[in-house]
């Protein structure tokens, strides 16, 4: 199967040829090209160009002088000058093996899928090449995140985050695309709907240069995954929104009746939690109900985390009131706000988790062609 190997690369001169040397050995050379879309800053673009001249296989240059997107722009613009069809991405600081190339090339040609993934989180992938252990909880929660909030597009990958898969680009909507970054795979999942397969590979520490990933990048990310993602967790905002002003306003009618702040915390959270419950079964979660599991299970599910959440947070709150001496409304407040996230999570992950034997319902589809609309460019 013809390949086009797509490498975006800044600054990843002392790369170039250790890259080349190893995707040659793995590949057949007579249907493999290598096409680098460098953004580079150093003197990349003239490595890339001694090293094609001796390479054995085609090495192809895009250098841009005035860069748009990011990774994720540089890898579009790759898909799109790509000699062949089937096009597979990886990075150019060897963290992703080369020599998983063949294994990634023979799963797609099996022609059931249109997207192979290379997965740290799959059976036997590792995420050891992270730098310490705060990169791979940054990468843990990151992935768990964007798992939330694309709980139907995401079910079946373990690492949506990656930089490493093959895709046949004619399966891609390029004009739909509005990369942001450097997790372009997420972008490209989350507009339509493909078939998935994941292969697991160990992810490796880099070859030489220093990593890219920074603060800026992380606001970057939350950027992308914000415009990318309104719809269901928006719902979700609105409807915690909501719960949370009801939650206020128990409390403060009950303190100005003399009850006190931690009863009347106990007494807002426990009626806006059977409240929120109701209202996202009805206007955030429906589309998922019918392949979850049921309804009281659910709401066990949902209660239970939610009272457990109540625990750790209402004494948070109190601790606030006592040392910080600042209202109970606005304890409450500031504490419903951290919250936020660690439900939209929950509930996307395991209250409305599909059962492994549910079959998508006609509900599902049809909210998935729905969502396929909404994701069109005048969405962004």
């Known amino acids: 199967m013809p390949l086009s190997i797509i490498v975006p690369t800044f600054n990843e001169a002392p790369n170039i040829a250790e890259l080349v040397r190893r995707v040659t050995a793995v590949v057949d050379t007579s249907d493999t090209e290598i096409v680098f879309v460098d953004d580079s800053t150093d003197d990349t673009p003239d490595v890339i160009a001694e090293v094609a001249r001796a390479a054995a296989l085609p090495v192809r240059l895009i250098h841009r002088e005035a860069p748009s997107g990011g990774l994720g722009g540089a890898v579009i613009a ?99 695309l509005k990369p942001r970054g450097f997790k372009i795979l997420l972008e490209i999942l989350a507009r339509r709907p493909l078939r998935i397969a994941e292969v697991p590979f160990d992810f490796a520490g880099r070859h030489a240069g220093e990593s890219k990933a920074s603060f800026r990048q992380g606001l970057h990310f939350l950027a992308q995954l914000t415009a990318l993602r309104f719809g269901k967790m928006s719902l979700f905002a609105v409807i915690g929104g909501i719960g949370a002003v009801a939650n206020l306003a128990i409390v403060w009618a009950l303190t100005q009746f003399g009850v006190d702040y931690v009863i009347a915390a106990v007494v807002g959270a426990e009626v806006t939690i059977i409240g929120n419950f109701l209202l996202m079964e009805r206007f955030v979660f429906h589309d998922m109900k019918h392949s979850a599991s049921g309804v009281w299970s659910r709401f066990a599910k949902s209660f239970g985390f939610n009272n457990a959440e109540a625990l750790v947070r209402i004494p948070i709150m109190a601790l606030m009131v ?47 062609q729905v969502d396929e609309q909404a994701m069109s460019p005048g969405e962004l």
């Not at 990075?91 to 997965?119: M, T, W």
């Not at 590792?126 to 079910?155: E, I």
């Not at 419903?336 to 599902?364: E, I, N, T």
């Open 78 to 176: 790759g898909l799109t000058a790509a000699t062949w069809d089937t096009c597979l991405v990886i990075d150019g600081d060897l963290q992703h093996p080369p020599e998983k190339i063949p294994e990634l090339r023979d799963r797609f040609a099996v022609g059931d899928v249109d997207v192979v993934i290379a997965s740290r989180y799959a059976g036997g992938g590792t995420s050891k090449g992270l730098a310490d252990r705060t990169r791979v909880l940054v990468s843990k929660v990151s992935t768990s995140v964007t798992k939330a909030m694309f709980p139907v597009r995401l079910h079946e990958v373990t690492d949506p985050m990656t930089g490493f898969f093959v895709v046949d680009r004619r399966a891609v909507d390029a004009a739909t």
């Open 322 to 368: 006592e040392t910080w001496h600042i209202s109970a409304v606005l304890a409450t407040a500031i504490t419903l706000v951290v919250a936020f996230v660690v439900r939209f999570v929950f509930h996307s992950l395991v209250v409305y988790a599909p059962r492994k034997d549910a079959a998508p319902s006609r509900a599902r589809r049809f909210v998935e």
